[in-house]
């Protein structure tokens, strides 16, 4: 199951709840389930009774094969596609708080300085960003709770697609399991994959 991600609109950004709550369900529906939809995706220490690699006979190694299939492609089509919709949601809530605080910047430089002492009510009048710097707030709270939410998922992910290989694609180092390195390389590689 998925949730349908909110059409993006600076409005949006400035009334948060709405992108905060896809926020909550994204992670509900995606790691806080993800042990359980591993648990279907039979683990490598399962495989690793058949014992050493040389002595498999092919249908076993078949086996083997598959499994990793299958755990990068949940790891590639559930995992990573979530993580990458909430990436372009808080990416940008983030860009649309920044372009309006320089706008409001170039406003308030436009604007001929009055000494306070003269009026003091001046400051009133000036454009000020208060709300921006609160959705760069609740932007940079989110960015905590989804680097919490991905390094736990992560080590669940490499506990379970322990000793997945390597991307066969483009020869790089484990992309899924490999947790020496965390998620955000294996992520990164898959976000760049994605843009060929």
């Known amino acids: 199951m998925t949730v349908e991600k909110p059409a993006l609109t600076p409005e949006v950004c400035y009334s948060a709840e709405t992108l905060r709550r896809f926020l909550f369900l994204s992670r509900s529906l995606t ?24 002595s498999w006979t092919k249908p076993e190694r078949e086996k083997i094969g598959s499994r990793r299939r299958a755990c990068k492609d949940f ?72 680097d919490i939410v991905r390094d736990r998922s992560w080590s669940i992910i490499c506990e379970r697609c322990l000793d997945i290989g390597t991307d066969s694609a483009s020869g790089a180092t484990p992309v899924v399991g490999d947790n020496g390195s965390g998620w955000r390389p294996a992520f990164q590689t898959w976000k760049n994959s994605k843009l060929h």
């Open 75 to 146: 790891v590639y089509s559930s995992v990573f596609e979530s993580w990458k919709v909430r990436d372009e949601i808080l990416d940008y809530c983030n860009k649309v708080a920044y372009e309006r605080k320089s706008e409001i910047s170039a406003i308030a430089a436009k604007k001929p300085k009055v000494d306070p002492r003269l009026d003091p009510y001046e400051a009133r009048d000036l454009p000020t960003y208060t709300k921006e710097e609160e959705i760069l707030s609740w932007v940079a709270s989110e960015r905590g709770v989804e």
């Open 31 to 54: 790691d806080d389930t993800i042990s359980a939809d591993l648990n279907s995706i039979p683990t490598v220490k399962e495989s690793k009774i058949l014992g050493s690699g040389s």
